[in-house]
Protein backbone atom coordinates (compact mmCIF):
# COMPACT_ATOMS: atom_id res chain seq x y z
CA UNK A 1 0.00 0.00 0.00
CA UNK A 2 1.45 3.24 -1.30
CA UNK A 3 2.06 6.01 1.77
CA UNK A 4 -0.16 8.74 0.06
CA UNK A 5 -3.07 5.84 0.87
CA UNK A 6 -2.56 5.40 4.00
CA UNK A 7 -2.63 9.44 4.88
CA UNK A 8 -5.88 9.17 3.04
CA UNK A 9 -7.44 6.47 5.41
CA UNK A 10 -6.01 8.01 8.07
CA UNK A 11 -7.71 11.21 7.08
CA UNK A 12 -11.11 9.83 6.52
CA UNK A 13 -10.74 8.26 9.64
CA UNK A 14 -10.46 11.48 11.60
CA UNK A 15 -12.57 13.37 9.51
CA UNK A 16 -15.03 13.50 12.34
CA UNK A 17 -12.66 14.32 14.76
CA UNK A 18 -13.63 18.14 14.56
CA UNK A 19 -17.30 17.77 13.75
CA UNK A 20 -17.39 15.50 17.27
CA UNK A 21 -15.41 17.69 19.86
CA UNK A 22 -17.78 20.63 18.24
CA UNK A 23 -21.16 18.43 18.91
CA UNK A 24 -19.91 17.60 22.62
CA UNK A 25 -18.50 21.04 23.34
CA UNK A 26 -21.69 23.24 21.67
CA UNK A 27 -23.77 20.63 23.51
CA UNK A 28 -22.28 21.17 26.45
CA UNK A 29 -22.28 24.83 26.04
CA UNK A 30 -26.20 24.28 25.38
CA UNK A 31 -26.85 22.70 28.75
CA UNK A 32 -24.75 25.29 31.14
CA UNK A 33 -26.73 28.17 29.02
CA UNK A 34 -29.93 26.79 30.52
CA UNK A 35 -28.95 27.35 33.82
CA UNK A 36 -26.72 30.26 33.92
CA UNK A 37 -30.17 31.97 32.72
CA UNK A 38 -32.15 30.49 35.58
CA UNK A 39 -29.24 31.80 38.07
CA UNK A 40 -29.59 35.08 36.43
CA UNK A 41 -33.53 35.46 36.60
CA UNK A 42 -33.48 34.29 40.32
CA UNK A 43 -30.96 37.19 41.05
CA UNK A 44 -33.14 39.95 39.61
CA UNK A 45 -32.27 40.02 36.06
CA UNK A 46 -34.95 40.00 33.65
CA UNK A 47 -35.22 37.41 30.63
CA UNK A 48 -35.34 40.26 27.96
CA UNK A 49 -32.12 42.11 29.79
CA UNK A 50 -30.42 39.15 30.27
CA UNK A 51 -30.94 38.04 26.65
CA UNK A 52 -30.20 41.14 25.30
CA UNK A 53 -27.12 42.08 27.02
CA UNK A 54 -25.54 38.20 26.66
CA UNK A 55 -26.15 38.30 23.28
CA UNK A 56 -24.85 41.97 22.65
CA UNK A 57 -21.67 40.68 24.45
CA UNK A 58 -21.60 37.26 22.40
CA UNK A 59 -21.79 39.25 18.95
CA UNK A 60 -18.48 41.75 20.00
CA UNK A 61 -16.60 38.63 20.94
CA UNK A 62 -17.62 36.74 17.73
CA UNK A 63 -16.90 40.29 15.60
CA UNK A 64 -13.57 40.23 17.24
CA UNK A 65 -13.16 36.86 16.01
CA UNK A 66 -13.94 37.67 12.59
CA UNK A 67 -11.53 40.85 12.26
CA UNK A 68 -8.72 38.63 13.70
CA UNK A 69 -9.28 36.33 11.14
CA UNK A 70 -10.48 38.72 8.68
CA UNK A 71 -13.72 37.21 7.82
CA UNK A 72 -15.92 39.79 8.24
CA UNK A 73 -19.53 39.06 7.90
CA UNK A 74 -20.98 40.11 4.44
CA UNK A 75 -23.11 43.31 3.82
CA UNK A 76 -25.85 42.40 1.10
CA UNK A 77 -29.73 41.89 0.95
CA UNK A 78 -28.91 37.90 0.71
CA UNK A 79 -26.92 38.38 3.73
CA UNK A 80 -29.15 40.41 6.08
CA UNK A 81 -32.28 38.93 4.87
CA UNK A 82 -30.40 35.57 6.43
CA UNK A 83 -29.19 37.28 9.41
CA UNK A 84 -32.50 38.84 10.42
CA UNK A 85 -34.88 35.36 9.54
CA UNK A 86 -32.31 33.36 11.00
CA UNK A 87 -31.57 35.62 14.46
CA UNK A 88 -35.84 36.08 14.64
CA UNK A 89 -36.49 31.97 14.55
CA UNK A 90 -33.29 30.72 15.96
CA UNK A 91 -31.78 33.55 18.69
CA UNK A 92 -34.04 35.59 19.48
CA UNK A 93 -37.70 33.89 19.66
CA UNK A 94 -36.59 31.31 20.81
CA UNK A 95 -34.68 32.10 23.08
CA UNK A 96 -36.89 34.28 24.85
CA UNK A 97 -39.18 32.21 25.46
CA UNK A 98 -37.20 29.47 27.04
CA UNK A 99 -35.55 31.79 29.11
CA UNK A 100 -39.10 33.16 29.95
CA UNK A 101 -40.37 29.58 31.04
CA UNK A 102 -37.45 28.90 32.66
CA UNK A 103 -38.50 30.13 36.41
CA UNK A 104 -41.62 28.78 35.80
CA UNK A 105 -40.94 24.84 34.70
CA UNK A 106 -37.66 24.47 35.87
CA UNK A 107 -34.12 24.65 33.70
CA UNK A 108 -34.38 20.70 33.94
CA UNK A 109 -37.49 20.46 31.69
CA UNK A 110 -36.04 23.07 29.22
CA UNK A 111 -32.85 21.67 29.26
CA UNK A 112 -34.57 18.48 28.29
CA UNK A 113 -36.78 19.10 25.63
CA UNK A 114 -34.30 21.12 23.52
CA UNK A 115 -33.51 17.64 22.34
CA UNK A 116 -36.51 17.94 20.45
CA UNK A 117 -35.74 20.64 17.64
CA UNK A 118 -33.72 17.81 15.67
CA UNK A 119 -36.55 15.90 15.94
CA UNK A 120 -38.92 18.39 14.32
CA UNK A 121 -36.41 19.43 12.18
CA UNK A 122 -36.64 16.31 10.44
CA UNK A 123 -40.59 16.15 10.31
CA UNK A 124 -40.09 19.40 8.51
CA UNK A 125 -37.31 18.55 5.94
CA UNK A 126 -39.69 16.07 5.56
CA UNK A 127 -42.43 17.77 4.44
CA UNK A 128 -40.66 19.84 2.46
CA UNK A 129 -39.26 17.07 0.56
CA UNK A 130 -35.54 17.72 1.80
CA UNK A 131 -35.44 13.83 3.09
CA UNK A 132 -36.39 10.80 2.11
CA UNK A 133 -38.76 9.10 4.04
CA UNK A 134 -37.22 6.36 6.45
CA UNK A 135 -38.93 3.73 8.72
CA UNK A 136 -36.45 3.99 11.29
CA UNK A 137 -36.28 8.09 11.46
CA UNK A 138 -40.13 7.99 11.28
CA UNK A 139 -39.75 5.50 14.63
CA UNK A 140 -37.51 7.46 16.06
CA UNK A 141 -40.05 10.74 15.73
CA UNK A 142 -42.64 8.78 17.25
CA UNK A 143 -40.58 7.43 20.21
CA UNK A 144 -39.48 11.18 20.97
CA UNK A 145 -42.63 12.88 20.97
CA UNK A 146 -44.02 10.22 22.91
CA UNK A 147 -41.05 10.76 25.19
CA UNK A 148 -41.60 14.79 25.70
CA UNK A 149 -45.50 14.05 25.69
CA UNK A 150 -45.48 12.10 28.26
CA UNK A 151 -43.59 14.93 30.51
CA UNK A 152 -46.03 17.59 29.13
CA UNK A 153 -48.54 15.31 30.47
CA UNK A 154 -46.87 15.04 33.92
CA UNK A 155 -45.93 18.63 34.19
CA UNK A 156 -49.90 19.95 32.89
CA UNK A 157 -51.13 17.57 35.53
CA UNK A 158 -49.05 18.50 38.50
CA UNK A 159 -49.84 20.88 41.16
CA UNK A 160 -49.62 24.56 40.75
CA UNK A 161 -48.85 24.47 37.36
CA UNK A 162 -49.19 26.67 34.66
CA UNK A 163 -49.99 25.40 31.54
CA UNK A 164 -49.23 28.76 29.87
CA UNK A 165 -45.61 28.45 30.57
CA UNK A 166 -45.27 24.96 30.01
CA UNK A 167 -46.70 25.54 26.20
CA UNK A 168 -44.57 28.67 26.16
CA UNK A 169 -41.84 26.32 26.67
CA UNK A 170 -42.57 23.93 24.22
CA UNK A 171 -43.08 26.45 21.23
CA UNK A 172 -39.03 26.94 21.84
CA UNK A 173 -38.32 23.74 19.90
CA UNK A 174 -40.69 24.28 17.34
CA UNK A 175 -39.10 27.69 16.56
CA UNK A 176 -35.17 26.42 16.71
CA UNK A 177 -36.49 23.65 14.16
CA UNK A 178 -37.43 25.68 11.57
CA UNK A 179 -34.76 28.06 12.36
CA UNK A 180 -32.41 24.69 11.59
CA UNK A 181 -34.22 24.05 8.32
CA UNK A 182 -34.17 27.94 7.12
CA UNK A 183 -30.50 28.11 7.99
CA UNK A 184 -29.68 25.02 6.10
CA UNK A 185 -31.62 26.52 2.86
CA UNK A 186 -30.03 29.88 3.29
CA UNK A 187 -27.11 29.43 3.48
CA UNK A 188 -24.91 32.04 1.55
CA UNK A 189 -22.36 30.92 -0.63
CA UNK A 190 -18.60 30.91 -0.06
CA UNK A 191 -19.50 32.50 3.60
CA UNK A 192 -17.01 31.51 6.18
CA UNK A 193 -18.98 30.13 9.90
CA UNK A 194 -16.89 32.59 11.29
CA UNK A 195 -18.69 35.37 9.54
CA UNK A 196 -22.38 34.27 9.82
CA UNK A 197 -22.31 34.02 13.90
CA UNK A 198 -21.58 37.29 14.38
CA UNK A 199 -23.86 38.66 11.52
CA UNK A 200 -27.18 36.86 12.95
CA UNK A 201 -26.07 37.66 17.01
CA UNK A 202 -25.78 41.29 16.13
CA UNK A 203 -29.51 41.14 13.70
CA UNK A 204 -30.67 39.29 17.20
CA UNK A 205 -29.28 41.95 19.72
CA UNK A 206 -30.89 44.75 17.06
CA UNK A 207 -34.26 42.47 17.11
CA UNK A 208 -34.05 42.56 20.85
CA UNK A 209 -33.79 46.15 21.01
CA UNK A 210 -36.61 46.97 19.30
CA UNK A 211 -38.69 44.45 20.80
CA UNK A 212 -37.52 46.29 24.74
CA UNK A 213 -38.46 49.67 22.64
CA UNK A 214 -42.12 48.87 21.49
CA UNK A 215 -43.27 46.99 24.35
CA UNK A 216 -43.19 47.68 28.40
CA UNK A 217 -40.40 44.98 28.84
CA UNK A 218 -37.21 46.67 30.29
CA UNK A 219 -33.38 45.45 29.39
CA UNK A 220 -32.41 47.43 32.20
CA UNK A 221 -29.86 45.54 34.96
CA UNK A 222 -29.44 45.88 38.40
CA UNK A 223 -26.77 48.05 39.30
CA UNK A 224 -26.20 46.60 42.86
CA UNK A 225 -23.00 44.43 42.76
CA UNK A 226 -21.06 42.54 39.96
CA UNK A 227 -23.25 39.41 40.04
CA UNK A 228 -25.41 40.88 36.99
CA UNK A 229 -22.40 42.15 35.21
CA UNK A 230 -20.53 38.96 35.83
CA UNK A 231 -23.32 36.66 34.98
CA UNK A 232 -24.01 38.61 31.56
CA UNK A 233 -20.40 38.18 30.60
CA UNK A 234 -20.22 34.19 31.61
CA UNK A 235 -23.33 33.98 29.14
CA UNK A 236 -21.95 36.14 26.49
CA UNK A 237 -19.15 33.52 26.42
CA UNK A 238 -20.75 30.84 26.44
CA UNK A 239 -23.44 31.97 23.62
CA UNK A 240 -20.09 33.27 21.61
CA UNK A 241 -19.13 29.46 22.05
CA UNK A 242 -22.52 27.57 21.61
CA UNK A 243 -23.52 29.76 18.45
CA UNK A 244 -19.99 29.43 16.76
CA UNK A 245 -19.68 25.89 17.23
CA UNK A 246 -23.24 25.33 16.11
CA UNK A 247 -22.45 26.77 12.61
CA UNK A 248 -18.97 25.10 12.66
CA UNK A 249 -20.92 21.52 13.34
CA UNK A 250 -23.80 22.26 10.55
CA UNK A 251 -21.13 22.91 8.10
CA UNK A 252 -18.68 20.18 8.90
CA UNK A 253 -20.78 17.61 10.48
CA UNK A 254 -23.96 17.79 8.73
CA UNK A 255 -27.59 17.54 10.29
CA UNK A 256 -26.73 13.82 11.66
CA UNK A 257 -24.25 14.90 14.02
CA UNK A 258 -25.86 18.27 14.36
CA UNK A 259 -29.17 16.53 15.39
CA UNK A 260 -27.78 15.09 18.53
CA UNK A 261 -26.70 18.69 19.98
CA UNK A 262 -30.10 19.20 22.02
CA UNK A 263 -29.48 15.87 23.92
CA UNK A 264 -25.71 16.48 24.60
CA UNK A 265 -27.20 19.90 26.31
CA UNK A 266 -30.05 17.71 27.95
CA UNK A 267 -27.30 15.45 29.41
CA UNK A 268 -25.46 18.05 31.00
CA UNK A 269 -28.33 20.67 31.56
CA UNK A 270 -30.37 18.37 33.47
CA UNK A 271 -27.98 16.62 36.36
CA UNK A 272 -26.59 20.15 36.71
CA UNK A 273 -30.06 21.50 37.23
CA UNK A 274 -30.88 19.12 39.66
CA UNK A 275 -27.73 18.59 41.94
CA UNK A 276 -26.35 22.31 41.17
CA UNK A 277 -29.45 24.55 41.78
CA UNK A 278 -31.55 22.31 43.41
CA UNK A 279 -34.60 21.51 40.84
CA UNK A 280 -36.68 18.62 41.65
CA UNK A 281 -36.42 16.42 38.61
CA UNK A 282 -39.49 16.81 36.05
CA UNK A 283 -42.27 14.03 36.50
CA UNK A 284 -41.62 11.21 34.24
CA UNK A 285 -38.43 11.89 33.55
CA UNK A 286 -36.81 8.63 33.10
CA UNK A 287 -39.73 7.46 30.83
CA UNK A 288 -39.99 10.97 29.17
CA UNK A 289 -35.93 10.76 28.80
CA UNK A 290 -35.90 7.21 27.83
CA UNK A 291 -38.06 7.05 25.00
CA UNK A 292 -36.16 10.70 23.56
CA UNK A 293 -32.82 8.97 23.78
CA UNK A 294 -34.63 5.71 21.66
CA UNK A 295 -35.88 8.44 19.30
CA UNK A 296 -32.62 10.92 18.55
CA UNK A 297 -30.46 7.48 18.41
CA UNK A 298 -33.57 6.17 16.03
CA UNK A 299 -33.15 9.37 13.72
CA UNK A 300 -29.16 9.73 13.99
CA UNK A 301 -28.98 5.87 12.50
CA UNK A 302 -31.32 6.19 10.11
CA UNK A 303 -29.61 9.59 8.96
CA UNK A 304 -26.37 7.15 8.90
CA UNK A 305 -27.99 4.49 6.78
CA UNK A 306 -29.55 7.14 4.23
CA UNK A 307 -25.99 8.82 3.84
CA UNK A 308 -24.17 5.18 3.44
CA UNK A 309 -26.64 4.23 0.86
CA UNK A 310 -25.66 7.75 -1.15
CA UNK A 311 -22.25 7.19 -0.83
CA UNK A 312 -22.71 3.60 -2.29
CA UNK A 313 -24.70 5.26 -4.95
CA UNK A 314 -22.18 7.84 -5.95
Known amino acids: MSEPTEQQIYRNKNIWLIPFACLLAGGALTGISTNVAK ?26 VA ?4 ELPPFNARSLEYYFVAALVSVAAAN ?7 PHVGASFVALILSLPPLLTYLGALMLRMERFSTV ?8 LIGAGVMAVQKFSAPDTSIFWILIALCGPVLLAIGNIYRT ?18 AAAL ?9 DF ?6 EGLLPVGLIAVQSCVFAGQFLLLFLLQKTGGPVLLSLLGSVGAIVGVPVAIFLQGEQPPEGLFLGASLIAIGVAL ?3 GGVKIARVAKEDV
Do not use: Q
Open 207 to 215: LLGLFSMMS
Open 67 to 70: LIRK
Open 218 to 223: SIDIPR
Open 299 to 301: VTW
Open 96 to 102: LLLFSAI
Open 185 to 202: LRWPNDTAVSALAPGMLI
Open 137 to 144: RALGVVAA
Open 39 to 64: YAVDNGLTPLGFLFWSITGAAIILLV
